[in-house]
């Protein structure tokens, strides 16, 4: 039952950030599902050091990681799929907001981490220092560094 | 206070990192620095317009999330389960195919051996038996073949030996009796 309600109150941020990690809308039910069965396979194993939703984080990036390793979808493959089914994420109407979508994706990949982790994962800073591996000072460097990064191709832009 | 530690601490108050002092504090700083306040304005606009970018697909997800929550773990994982058993099938095959050329080679190696052997035997009992005494009588005729074989040449050897002369025996030297073997004398028995 703790485990339900755990999942309950983090599945649908762990599937927000699936969303900008995995290639593909069609992977992110199957790598999410795989996620909580590691999850629930380690439940017993969590040593209580650190965030639990860290901790969760932490089994979702390797998830994916492996995920891929083993399906080894190419992007030229992935894209096509995307093409005939849904997007993974859904075309806007506002161009605007398109725009950002893709710059944010146009980060670096350390800076993005820490965007997807903070935005759609919900993390503290703590909390993503935890599952990154580096200090808060890091995580809060990389995040302002994406967001001037954004800022300037905003500017660009506009 | 330079402009990128004004803009970090911005960051942090936007995502409610920063302490109740350390909010204080950089409101007392803006208050005397409206430069500052600019910089600040745009860090939390494009805060807020990255979080509800990234994480404006939540809402949507909240709506969907009740439905698909359940179906997650009730949904059957036969993608996973089909590639175990593919990977399971594989090294099946690869364990049968290694078994079945093992067990080939290890017939196929036992059968020309089988065939050696019989080849052997059969040359083996194709050579005619001779006696003894024919092959003595051979030897003493000259006969250099029966001589030379393996056989032969014991067989020459032994007639030598019985046509030799008589060995003389050498007489071996007579060992002086040593210390300890005068001491117990002839009769006495060793302890």
């Known amino acids: 039952m703790e485990f339900e309600l755990f999942w309950r109150q983090t599945s649908e941020r762990v599937r927000s950030y699936l969303r900008w990690v995995c290639g593909n809308e069609a992977d992110v039910d199957d790598v999410l599902q795989e996620c909580y069965m590691r999850a629930l396979r380690g439940w017993g194993q969590y040593s209580g050091r650190g965030s639990r939703e860290a901790w969760l984080f932490g089994i979702v990036k390797r998830t994916n990681i492996d995920w891929y390793r083993r399906h080894k979808r190419h992007v030229s493959q992935s894209l096509e799929q995307v093409g005939e089914e849904k997007l993974a994420v859904e075309p806007r109407e506002d161009d605007r907001a398109e725009g950002i979508e893709q710059m944010i994706r146009g980060l670096k990949p350390e800076q993005q981490e820490i965007v997807y982790l903070r935005f759609a994962g919900g993390l503290s800073y703590e909390e993503i220092a935890q599952t990154v591996g580096v200090p808060v000072g890091t995580v809060r460097s990389r995040l302002h560094r994406g967001l001037k990064e954004l800022r300037k191709k905003l500017k660009v832009e506009s | ?191």
Not at chain 2, 126 to 155: C, H, N, Y
């Open chain 2, 1 to 191: 206070m330079e402009r990128e530690v004004v803009e970090r601490l911005a960051m942090d108050r936007a995502g409610g990192e920063l302490s109740d002092d350390g909010v204080k504090l950089l409101e007392e700083y803006l208050e005397g620095h409206p430069e500052a306040k600019v910089w600040v304005a745009e860090m939390e606009e494009l805060y807020a317009m990255c979080a509800e970018t990234v994480a404006g697909e939540r809402h949507q997800e909240q709506l969907n999330a009740i439905g698909s929550m359940d179906s997650c773990f009730r949904r059957n994982d036969n993608g996973r389960g089909n590639d175990r058993l593919l990977t399971l099938g594989r090294w099946a095959a690869v364990i049968l195919m290694a078994l079945g050329a093992g067990i080939f080679l290890g017939r196929w190696s036992v059968e020309s051996l089988e065939v050696e052997t019989t080849e052997t035997i059969q040359v083996v009992q194709a050579e005619p038996k001779e006696g003894l005494e024919t092959k003595v009588q051979k030897i003493m005729e000259g006969d250099e073949e029966a001589s030379e074989s393996a056989r032969g040449f014991w067989e020459a050897k032994i007639v030598a030996t019985l046509g030799a002369k008589p060995r003389v025996k050498r007489e071996e030297p007579v060992q002086e009796e040593d210390f300890w073997s005068r001491l117990r004398g002839p009769n006495r028995k060793e302890n």
